[in-house]
């Protein structure tokens, strides 16, 4: 598809018209819809033998892959507090009032999120109370590639706060143009948010660093936050060690549109989330066939003013399309077979149409609800699942800095009434101890 200004910023077209929505599923379309290769697999055997270097030798092997990776030689990754203090004294006066709106909204939001404790009585004289307790110390990965992130630090930090986790930790990548340090946004929103911990350390030695510890950093029992394959890579290899919010790939945005969606909206959305990365996916799904042409109109216009504009053509270049449907019904079954990181619904009735999608990372509702607004004030969370684990995995939330325990309280008689059942399954399954555990508290001959 072509204008008339050129050649299209977004090369494929993938016409479904004639399918029905049942028969638009994830199998039926499984290398149809663009996305970039992610070989985590791969990417955990360079990272492998990493991890276990800093398991062994701790900061001193943290120390030799900064010097490698990053090109900085740091004698401790702690940040002193005083520099996080600075950071917050000099940042521009806008960008700390917006980051502290940030983290109201998110604070409203994720503080909602948080369950309460529930007690029930199975049965008379036995309580089982359900209980969410925080883990005692989170590790929040900033990361720090083509831009500064500040925003991921609210994202990542407030609902551990939310939570109540007792000890926060940030490492972001330390950059050479700022002494060794990380980006002064990234400390600045660390100290705006209370967190004195904060680590130079990026990739995989920083997970490493907070899944075992170092003379610096005690061991973590959660690490979240989102990274390159090589942090997502890490945090496959060190989930079981510490528990983690998911393996957060590059960024992906679908678009359900039919022919109310303003053409202007969603080029400029698709060109938002493109100049996240190269390897950004963006799918446009429309009922209205000729929607795509007006969108390549606005693409041709908007695009030679992007800053970014080179990371963005490559991107809509190499996975990004239009996909043309018969009907709504189908544009749901493509984007629930898509299953996107972030989802936008700009249709006729676009709230009934979001709230029939099943598979997304986090849904916008409407021409006024674009995904920037959610990566930066609405105060949902923007650390999301991308790859299509949306299928099976939750955004960033209060629930993985929660565990849940149950406190069984048991009488006599409650335990004297259910023991023929122990008896029973107990029995069946050959563990005579399980009974026998019951039994010496209540024989069979004081029934």
């Not at 130079?200 to 510890?213: E, K, R, S, V």
């Not at 959305?269 to 950004?280: K, M, S, V, Y």
Request: aromatic share 4%; charged share 20%; net charge negative.
């Amino acid at each position: 598809m072509t204008s008339d200004r050129g050649v299209s910023p977004v090369t494929t077209v993938i016409d479904l018209r004639g399918r029905a929505a049942d028969g638009l599923t994830r199998q039926a379309l499984d290398g149809v819809l663009p996305r970039a290769a992610l070989d985590v697999d791969r990417a955990a055997d360079l990272v492998k033998p990493i991890t276990e270097d800093v398991r062994v030798r701790g900061g001193a092997a943290v120390r030799e892959y900064t010097k490698r990776f990053d090109g900085v030689d740091l004698a401790h990754t702690r940040v002193p507090r005083e520099v996080l203090r600075r950071a917050l004294d000099t940042i521009d006066p806008k960008v700390r009032d917006a980051l502290e709106e940030a983290a109201r909204r998110a604070r409203v939001v994720h503080e909602a999120q948080v369950p309460r404790r529930a007690d029930t009585t199975p049965a008379p004289g036995l309580t089982v109370s359900t209980r969410f307790i925080p883990v005692h110390r989170a590790g929040v990965y900033v990361p720090g590639g083509l831009v500064a992130y500040p925003s991921s630090v609210v994202m990542n930090v407030v609902p551990a706060q939310a939570a109540g986790v007792t000890e926060i930790a940030v490492a972001s990548p330390p950059q050479s143009e700022f002494g060794g340090l990380p980006h002064p946004a990234v400390l600045a929103a660390c100290a705006l948010l209370g967190v004195t911990e904060v680590h130079a350390a990026g990739g995989a030695q920083a997970l490493a660093m907070f899944a075992y510890g170092t003379g610096e950093c005690a061991p973590v029992d959660v690490i979240t936050g989102p990274g390159n394959v090589y942090v997502a890579a890490a945090k496959r290899i060190l989930q079981g060690q510490v528990g983690i919010d998911g393996e957060n790939g590059p960024t992906e945005i679908g678009i359900i549109a039919d022919h109310t969606a303003d053409p202007a909206y969603l080029a400029a959305d698709l060109i938002g989330q493109a100049e996240h990365d190269e390897l950004a996916a963006c799918l446009l799904i429309t009922t209205d066939a000729g929607l795509p042409a007006r969108v390549d109109e606005e693409l041709q216009r908007q695009l030679p003013a992007t800053k970014h504009k080179e990371r963005v053509a490559v991107a809509l270049g190499n996975q990004a399309g239009y996909v043309i449907v018969d009907d709504i019904q189908a544009a749901r079954a493509v984007s629930d077979a898509w299953a996107p990181e972030h989802l936008e619904v700009q249709t006729e009735d676009a709230a009934k149409v979001a709230g029939e999608i099943r598979n997304a990372g986090a849904v916008f509702v409407g021409p006024y609800s674009p995904v920037s607004l959610g990566d930066y004030l609405a105060g949902s969370n923007h650390v999301l699942p991308t790859g299509g684990t949306a299928r099976h995995t939750s955004g960033l939330s209060v629930y993985p800095y929660l565990k849940v325990v149950n406190v069984i309280e048991c009488d006599r008689d409650s335990l004297a009434a259910v023991a023929p059942r122990v008896d029973a399954i107990g029995g069946a399954e050959d563990l005579a101890a399980h009974v026998a555990a019951v039994r010496v508290r209540v024989p069979r001959d004081s029934q």
